[in-house]
């Protein structure tokens, strides 16, 4: 037993090439019959600005990242990680819990996986697929009982399947709901688990030769369990308010993901639905581990986005794992929101279901910040000018009758911008304050100052908002 633990640990620095920036092989339009979100669906989710994305799966069981350890790996280790759902049971899961966490983080909504591409499921599906049972028990010329036997079976492969059997994810969906918050569902396209499926080369089950022509029965059976899984998701939990799908089926597959495409959206018509694998067909886009530079980013091509990034070295929780600090966690969901976007940390929890205190520590600092400064957050949209130097973002309210100027540094006795102009006679608060603050605008831009009594009893530990009744943006005021 020890060995396979010292090969798991080997396993999980595998390095692997990311495919979700492969060439997708989509065309660039949609079909006259496909509608996208309704701008109301889009308009409500950039609202709520900060969500929570969830990690949590079977390999939580061994604190291994989500799927990826299975890139590269052995026959020892697959049939470790195949089995593992028969060790899968947090018993100190509670969905109230985490919704709470979220909402005292003033998060408005999460996302969940409902599959990754490790194939397993953690909602109660009626889909199988032939999978491997590792056999408990005492057998002839082991000295341990039961490692490395296995017997194959035709299982659901979800949590219904372990020791827990509870549908963690609608669990999640009814926990989020009760408390007003927006519910958001994760799907991989790919999955390394299913032997019918062949078309990808990360895959333990990758056959260069497969497609729909050469394995048509394989083929058949793997985008009909598909689009089953995507019909009891968008069937099983009510009203879905974003599908964050994941990687991408091979170029050849393109007219059946269309076609599964438009059974979601009949399904779930307001459903915002991120643009991983469906090309023109998605609503939105999710910079991962980089926040654009501004607006006008290339990169993100008009689209409405979400940054994620995760709060860990990995997506899923790690043995002795780095956090990164709470300061960076409030920075930049303000840097992300200055600048037109949603920002979801990704949060795991211990195999047992619990958070780490060091997540709920930094969550509720920011959680903290919002409940003085979440004015200048949510229901907001950006400034004409997003960022002034490097200590200073601006939002605006949707009426465009307040400029929200944010300094991520204490300003002293008084703070200056150069990008926006008071409306005469207007008064400018410090947000968590209640003092109308004196101001002058003149050649150096508009000058605020602070008097001691605030400076003495800051409102909060980071980032100082300013409300500011505005005239319309200029670049330049005589």
Excluded at 3 to 32: E, K, M, P, T
């Amino acid at each position: 037993m020890r060995r396979i633990y010292f090969s798991l640990v080997l396993l999980q620095c595998v390095s692997f090439a990311s495919a979700q920036n492969r060439d997708q092989g989509w065309s660039d339009h949609v079909d006259v019959d496909y509608s996208h979100a309704p701008s109301a669906a889009v308009e409500r989710w950039q609202d709520w600005k900060f969500g929570m994305r969830i990690h949590f799966g079977v390999y939580s069981v061994l604190s291994l990242d989500a799927s990826v350890p299975l890139i590269g790996s052995d026959k020892e280790f697959q049939t470790i990680y195949f089995t593992l759902y028969q060790e899968f049971d947090p018993t100190g899961f509670n969905a109230d819990e985490w919704a709470d966490l979220a909402q005292r983080a003033g998060m408005k909504y999460f996302v969940v996986p409902t599959r990754h591409c490790d194939g397993f499921s953690m909602y109660d599906t009626q889909t199988k697929v032939k999978s491997i049972r590792r056999i408990i028990g005492p057998h002839e010329d082991r000295s341990e009982p039961g490692i490395g036997l296995t017997e194959p079976c035709l299982i659901h492969y979800s949590v219904m399947d372990t020791p827990y059997k509870v549908d963690i994810v609608g669990a999640l969906v009814s926990a989020f709901r009760q408390r007003g918050m927006g519910v958001g569902l994760y799907f991989n396209w790919a999955d390394f688990h299913d032997p019918d499926y062949g078309g990808d080369n990360r895959s333990p089950f990758y056959r260069p030769s497969y497609s729909n022509e050469t394995a048509p029965a394989e083929w058949g059976a793997f985008i009909q369990r598909t689009t089953d899984s995507l019909r009891e998701i968008c069937t099983n939990y009510g009203k879905i308010d974003l599908l964050s799908l994941d990687q991408n089926l091979p170029e050849w597959a393109w007219p059946d993901t269309v076609r599964i495409v438009k059974m979601i959206r009949k399904l779930q018509p307001d459903v915002l639905l991120r643009n991983r694998g469906i090309g023109p067909y998605g609503d939105f886009l999710t910079p991962e581990h980089w926040v654009p530079t501004g607006p006008s980013d290339p990169r993100l091509g008009g689209m409405a986005w979400e940054a994620i990034e995760q709060m860990t070295s990995r997506w899923a929780l790690q043995a002795n794992d780095v956090f990164k600090s709470k300061e960076w966690l409030l920075s930049t969901l303000i840097d992300v929101v200055a600048k037109g976007g949603n920002f979801m940390p990704g949060v795991s929890p211990l195999p047992s279901g619990k958070f780490p205190p060091e997540i709920i520590e930094r969550l509720e600092y920011a959680g903290a910040w919002l409940r003085v400064n979440g004015e200048a957050i949510y229901n907001t949209r950006r400034w004409n000018a997003y960022q002034e130097g490097d200590d200073i973002r601006f939002t605006r309210s949707k009426d465009g009758a307040h400029v929200y100027a944010i300094s991520l540094k204490w300003p002293g006795q008084s703070f200056k911008v150069q990008s926006v102009r008071a409306r005469e006679g207007s008064a400018i608060t410090l947000l968590g304050t209640k003092a109308k603050l004196k101001w002058r605008q003149g050649q150096d831009g508009l000058v605020i100052d602070i008097p001691d009594s605030i400076a003495q009893h800051k409102p909060c530990a980071q980032a100082y908002v300013f409300k500011i009744e505005a005239q319309p943006y200029r670049e330049k005021y005589e």
